[in-house]
């Protein structure tokens, strides 16, 4: 069964990128202009406004799509009536953050990041390649550093609502 929220649509509108969401005529040009859509059907921005504006916010907010873009900024630049739909796509993607909506991958980002002090762990490989080709070992990143940095911002919050998400 579908739900429909009629509050989502005016929640979004007031959310920063949300404000130019109802210019949209459904022409299609961000659709066509988009490197994602092209390669895959499960990415429609056009569709993104349209159960936007419908209230389908269940539909909008979980699942991967409004994380498949890769903000090229296409869409926006071409649209003819000034839709910002990569904003948009932002305000979107902080609602589902708000409601612990995130695909696992990011999830693993975001921790990594907190408690690693970097995304990715650099493989023990790669550290025997630098010492083969006489470079020095990397420098390990302050996570202190990255931890404060990241409290001043809004990312402990997200990161909350991830943990409480599992």
Same mark, same amino acid.
């Not at 007031?14 to 022409?27: F, V």
């Not at 991967?64 to 000034?82: D, T, V």
């Given at each position: 069964m579908i739900r429909v929220s009629v509050e989502?649509?005016?929640?979004?509108?007031?959310?920063?990128?949300? !404000? @130019?969401?109802?210019?949209?005529?459904?022409?299609?040009t961000c @659709?066509?202009?988009?490197?994602?859509?092209?390669? @895959?059907?499960?990415f429609n921005p056009r569709k993104l406004i349209v159960e936007s504006l419908r209230g389908r916010r269940d539909d909008v907010? @979980?699942?991967?799509?409004?994380?498949?873009?890769?903000?090229?900024?296409?869409?926006? !630049?071409?649209?003819?009536?000034?839709?910002?739909?990569?904003?948009l796509i932002y305000?979107?993607?902080?609602?589902?953050?708000?409601?612990?909506?995130?695909?696992?991958?990011?999830?693993?980002?975001i921790s990594a990041l907190y408690s690693e002090g970097k995304l990715v762990k650099v493989a023990g490989f790669t550290e025997k390649q630098r010492e083969t080709f006489g470079l020095p070992p990397l420098k390990k990143p302050d996570v202190e550093a990255i931890r404060a940095i990241l409290a001043e911002t809004t990312f402990g919050e997200v990161l909350k609502v991830l943990e409480g998400k599992g």
């Open positions: 989502f649509a005016k929640e979004v509108k007031k959310r920063l990128g949300g !404000e @130019t969401i109802t210019n949209c005529y459904q022409c299609g @659709t066509s202009s988009c490197p994602v859509a092209r390669v @895959t059907n499960r907010l @979980t699942g991967e799509r409004i994380w498949l873009c890769c903000s090229c900024f296409n869409c926006q !630049e071409r649209c003819p009536q000034k839709v910002e739909i990569a904003d305000a979107l993607r902080n609602i589902a953050i708000s409601e612990g909506n995130v695909p696992n991958i990011y999830s693993e980002f």
